[in-house]
Each structure stands twice: as structure tokens, then as C-alpha cells.
């Protein structure tokens, strides 16, 4: 695998004649890809079929002929004025209700079948057009599904699409009545036609209606997408990618990556870590400039297994943002360390967003590799720095892990729509879980939750997973590692109810969850080996052995020698315990790293990465601010 660097660019915003000199510089910079046309439709189609793909023909070529490979984004996340003209009800509905106005980008619900006609239509257009243009060397499909959470829709559309959907799924609105459990307040339909969305009702509506809505709206991203990868596919050889998001489980993305080449994903540590990350105070202002030390690494493992191996980052923040409530400037070494961080991990290629800062509309304020007066900015040499230092290294691949994370979207909408405690939250879980892990220097893999071989890992973790496959049981209860579920894994049927016998079942694991309760997150349960239960908290009864328990002596991990079940959201502190206790058990090394410092492995190298805004020093090598170090392992 050869590692590349790339950048996003809109030709459409400059004048034609810079378009060759901002190519020659790409390239002098080290980059390989230029990614374009994912917001230009309204330049390509002025008005309904007025196709003007002369220009974006030109951007191409000058592009190709100064050495850069092409990926071409369809335009679908941007439909022009005109289309909401001719669909007026196209427009995405918020929960309660209210129309998503024209004014910025993504307003289309992925349920309205003209809208996905048009879709379809301009897919196949540029896939006839460009599909054998040598300089196209990849696609991207629309861009960053969900993104401004727009996946879920409560339109007319979503409405009708949501009951033909029931009706395949239960084929009777009697099945549909004792899947959901109806009988409850007398919730029963008699016709598949009058069931509604899960939106506006007096007080909470039914888990099951909630998640059979969450799944249809993550169906129909599935299907939005499938139908340009198939357009695509009919023209072009080239392979088919879309760019992911961080913190974004609105939908199933392993389901999507079915029907794609390589996962990418849009990686802005900064705006993260300002934006959606839970983080005390000072967490946040150690990190402030060079954004939270797992966050981009954990984003990378679940991309690579959305992407069966094959992953990129789309977008790299190249300095402020300009989205989050406050913007920092990365430490100078960021826009490199990001970078290496992603090749360690897996990453074939990482594009730095954007190419030059838009001095006009939204993201004016957002930093590219250039300035708004085409001045370099900071960014611009760290890539070259960057691409100067492959020679250093060979090709290969991140290394193979020895534990394993299960992150399952499903038990995502399961959990928001019964969450039981205001803050469970199972990015939060999933997240808490590897990062605990990777205080401990460990290489992780993600899995999905249909994974039903286990045989390379010594331990794997399933944090709540509401209800496992069949596969995944099997592959548990015959697995040679060593296994910890739980908290809240399997204790809950597909269609979201308490199955009887109550959860978990494995052949083997003699524990059931008999209670649950959740606590406010100042409350804390202390354990006897050090630490405490937070946020979560499950009785267990079984004969299986007590491994671990509260002071009071409530059992918090039962189990075998191999399948352990836990009960409880530990904090931090005792995953790090906990984790390096089961991996000293089992013979995976683990390390004593500083606060600052991650480590990944590739095939033939040993990464280390300073997140730290001062030097480190680890096993007798210095590592700078945000510093990177490689060594042969
Ligand atoms: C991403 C998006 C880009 C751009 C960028 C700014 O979410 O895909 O189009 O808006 O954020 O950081």
C-alpha cells in the first residue's frame, strides 16, 4: 500500500485562469489527489437540464495533465434552488415538525423518491461523462451522510416509506402489534397505513416504533447511496467512497461501506474536541490545540472495519475551523502528527481540507492549505514534511490487533430510544472502552456486530450490544481468547423487549441480568479492587464465578475462565485496572505510557505520537510537542 497526501478543491469558486498554477503547487507540495464537484451543481445545471459540464470538464483535464489523480464527488448533498422549485416537498422535516429551509446544504430527505430520482439521474450522468477519463481515479458519493443530523427526516415521504417498510418487515399489523408490544396503552393498528412517525406525541412513544424508524432512516441511506455506487458502477472500475463523519451513528455505516471500496472520513480534531466530546475543563484546555489524543485513532479503526481494510481521511483539519463554538488553532506539527497518526492506523490516503480559504459565504473564517490572498499557510509545509518523509518508511499496512472492540450501530438507536440513564450513550461506552485500551499502548480493531469469527484476538470486548447475532453468540461461546460483554449487552430481543430467559444467553455464561438502575453522574459506586461503577449499574444472579464486586458486595464482573459478563459503566480509572489486569492474564503486553503519548503499530514500525503541548520522554526517546517518532519494531 502506498501511502498519498491529497487536498479538497472548488474550482467553481476561482477564476478559471488560477486553476493551473493552484495545481502546480499541489503537486510542489507533495500531493497526489484533489478531490472536487461535490457541491457544484448548481453550476452544472443551472436549470433543469441545462447541462453545462464544460467547465468541470476543463478542471479536470488541467488538473490531470499537472499529475493529480481526480476524485470526483456527485453533487447530491446541494441540490439547487430549482429542484426544491420542481419537488417542493423534497424538503427534510425536523421532529418537530418544522420544513429545513434552501439556504445552506442537505436539504433533501433521503425518503423522497423524486429527489432520489434526480439523484440518480446526475449520478449517471457524470458516471457516463466521467467514468473512463483517466484523471478520475475515485469516486465520492454525495458527501457526509447525516451531517447537521439530517438522516431522519419526519416528512409525508419518510411517513409513507416508514409504513411499506412495517408492512415488509411484519407482513401483519398483528406481528407489528406483538413485536412492539401495542397492547400497552392501547397503541394497536389495525392497518399498516395508519401507523405514524414516532415524532410529536404526548409523551414518549414506543421504544420499538422509535427504532423500526431509525432503522427504516438508516435503510434509506443505505438505498440513497447504493443507487449512485450502482450508477457508478456501470461506467466506472474506479473505486467507490464516501466521506464519514466523527461521532455520527445516526445510521448503519457498515451496512453503506457493503456497498463501497474504501471508508473515508472527515477528520477535524480541534472542532471535535470543542464540538461533541465530553472532556472535564482542564481535559479540554490541555487538548485545546491539538484535539483529543483518541478521538481521530478510534474514528480510524471503526472507518477501517467499515471499510473491510481499506481506509482514508477525506477532510484533515489544516488549522481553525470554523464550526465549533470556539475555533483554536492547532500547535504547529498538528497537521503532520494527524497525519502519520492516520497512516499508522491504516490510512491509504489524507487529504487536507481545503485547499484555499474561501474568503466568501460560510466558511470563510474555515483555515485551508492556502490563505484567502493565496499565501501559504501554516499547513502547507507540514504536508510537504509529510510527503517528503514517505521515502522514509516502507509501504505497509497497521499492524494486526490483539483486542478487538464490537461497536454496533443498531444498539446506538436502541439506546437513544430507550436510554434509561440521560447519559448513556453508546458512542460514550464504545469510546470510554478504547480509549482505556489505548492508555494501555494497545493496537485495537474494531468489529462489527455481525462478526462471527473471533480466532485472531486474545481478548474482545462488547460493551452494549443490545441483542448479539447469532454469529457473534456462537463465535463467544466457542472462543479461545478471553471475552467481556456487557454493560447492557445482550438484554434486549431485536424487537427491543426483555426476552425471557432474561439476557445475557450464552451457552456457558450462568449470569442474568435481574435489575437495572442508572445513577446521575456525580454518583458513584465503589468497587473492593479500587475505582467505582458510574452512570450504569446491573444486578446480576448465576452460579458463574464473582471476579469483581462493589464494597457492599454486589458482584459487577461473573464469568468463566473465557466469557465474562460485566455489569456496569466503570470509570476510567478502572478500565485502565481492570483492562490491564485481563490483559496480564492472558500474556498481551501492555505499557506505562505518559498521559500524552498513543502508540500504533504498523506492520514493520512502532508509532509514537506526543498529543502533549510539551515534550515527552518515554523509554529513553524524547518525542517533541506534538512530535512524532518511528521505530523499527
Ligand atoms: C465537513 C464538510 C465540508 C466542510 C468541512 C468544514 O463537515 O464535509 O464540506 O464543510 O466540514 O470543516
Redesign the pocket.
Known amino acids: 500500500m502506498k501511502r498519498t497526501l491529497g487536498v479538497c478543491y472548488y474550482p467553481e469558486h476561482w477564476p478559471e485562469d488560477i486553476w493551473a498554477l493552484d495545481a502546480k503547487r499541489m503537486v510542489a507540495a507533495g500531493l497526489t489527489w484533489v478531490r472536487i464537484g461535490e457541491f457544484a451543481w448548481s453550476r452544472l445545471e443551472p436549470s433543469p437540464g441545462d447541462l453545462q459540464f464544460d467547465w468541470l470538464d476543463r478542471a479536470i483535464d488541467v488538473l490531470g495533465r499537472a499529475g493529480l489523480k481526480v476524485i470526483l464527488g456527485t453533487p447530491t448533498a446541494t441540490p439547487p434552488l430549482w429542484m426544491l422549485e420542481k419537488h417542493p416537498d423534497m424538503i427534510p422535516l425536523d421532529e418537530q415538525g418544522r420544513p429545513r429551509k434552501f439556504g445552506s446544504r442537505r436539504h433533501y430527505c433521503f425518503s423522497h423518491l423524486g429527489y432520489r430520482e434526480e439523484s440518480r439521474r446526475i449520478t449517471r450522468l457524470f458516471a457516463q461523462r466521467y467514468g473512463s477519463n483517466p484523471h478520475v481515479v475515485a469516486w465520492q458519493t454525495d ?2 451522510y447525516a ?1 447537521h443530523d439530517t438522516t431522519r427526516s419526519y416528512s409525508d415521504a419518510a411517513r409513507l416509506g416508514f409504513q411499506n417498510w412495517l408492512a415488509q418487515k411484519y407482513q401483519s399489523t398483528d406481528a407489528l402489534n406483538r413485536a412492539w408490544g401495542n397492547i400497552f396503552w392501547s397503541m394497536e393498528y389495525d392497518a399498516f397505513e395508519k401507523v405514524d412517525l414516532p415524532n410529536l406525541t404526548v409523551t414518549e412513544p414506543n421504544p420499538s416504533h422509535v427504532l423500526d424508524f431509525y432503522r427504516y432512516s438508516s435503510d434509506m441511506v443505505v438505498e440513497f447511496n447504493r443507487i449512485q455506487a450502482d450508477e457508478i458502477r456501470a461506467h466506472s472500475s474506479a473505486p467507490l467512497i464516501h ?1 464519514y ?1 466523527g461521532r455520527e451513528v445516526s445510521f448503519d455505516h457498515y451496512k453503506v461501506g457493503a456497498d463501497l471500496d474504501i471508508a473515508s472520513w ?1 477528520s ?1 480534531p480541534i ?1 471535535f474536541l470543542s464540538d461533541r466530546l465530553e472532556g472535564t475543563e482542564e481535559h479540554k484546555l490541555r487538548y485545546l490545540r491539538q484535539g483529543d489524543p483518541d478521538n481521530q485513532a478510534f474514528h480510524h479503526d471503526i472507518y477501517r472495519a467499515v471499510g473491510r481494510g481499506r481506509m482514508w481521511v477525506m ?1 484533515q483539519q489544516p488549522g481553525p ?1 470554523n ?1 465549533a463554538p470556539y475555533n483554536a488553532a492547532p500547535l504547529p506539527g498538528m497537521a503532520r502528527l494527524w497525519a502519520w497518526e492516520a497512516f499508522a492506523h491504516g490510512a491509504e490516503t489524507v487529504c487536507y ?1 481545503r485547499w484555499r480559504q474561501a474568503p466568501f459565504a460560510q ?1 470563510q473564517n ?1 483555515a485551508g492549505l492556502l490563505r484567502p490572498d493565496s499565501a501559504d499557510a501554516p499547513a502547507l509545509a507540514e504536508a510537504r514534511q509529510v510527503a517528503d518523509e514517505f521515502a522514509a518508511l516502507p509501504d505497509v499496512g497497521t499492524a494486526r490487533a490483539d483486542v478487538a472492540l464490537v461497536f454496533d450501530y443498531e444498539s446506538a438507536w436502541a439506546w437513544q430510544a430507550q436510554p434509561q440513564g440521560a447519559d448513556f450513550d453508546m458512542f460514550r461506552l464504545g469510546f470510554a472502552f478504547y480509549r482505556a485500551l489505548r492508555r494501555l499502548g494497545l493496537n485495537v480493531d474494531i468489529l462489527p456486530p455481525d462478526a462471527a469469527d473471533l480466532s485472531a484476538y486474545k481478548l474482545v470486548l462488547a460493551p452494549g450490544v443490545m441483542s448479539l447475532s447469532d454469529g457473534l453468540r456462537h463465535a463467544f461461546e466457542t472462543f479461545d481468547g478471553l471475552a467481556l460483554l456487557g454493560p447492557r449487552t445482550d438484554t434486549k430481543s431485536a424487537d427491543m423487549a426483555i426476552p425471557t430467559p432474561m439476557g445475557p444467553n450464552l451457552s456457558g455464561l450462568d449470569v442474568t441480568v435481574t435489575l437495572t438502575e442508572s445513577l446521575p453522574p456525580n454518583a458513584s459506586i465503589p468497587l473492593t479492587g479500587g475505582g467505582a461503577v458510574l452512570h450504569w449499574c446491573e444486578q446480576l444472579e448465576g452460579d458463574a464465578q464473582v471476579l469483581e464486586t462493589t464494597q457492599s458486595g454486589q458482584a459487577v464482573i461473573q464469568g468463566t475462565q473465557k466469557l465474562r459478563y460485566l455489569a456496569g459503566w466503570l470509570s476510567d480509572d478502572t478500565l485502565d485496572r481492570i483492562f490491564a489486569e485481563l490483559c496480564a492474564e492472558i500474556g498481551v503486553q501492555t505499557h506505562d505510557l505518559p498521559r500524552d503519548l498513543r502508540l500504533r503499530d504498523t506492520d514493520t514500525h512502532r508509532f509514537l505520537f506526543n498529543y502533549g503541548p510539551e515534550p515527552v520522554t518515554w523509554n529513553g526517546v524524547t518525542i517533541p510537542a506534538a512530535g512524532v517518532h518511528w521505530q523499527p519494531l
Open positions: 458527501n457526509e451531517c466521506n463523519m472527515d477535524y472542532g477532510e475551523v464550526w481540507f466558511e474555515h
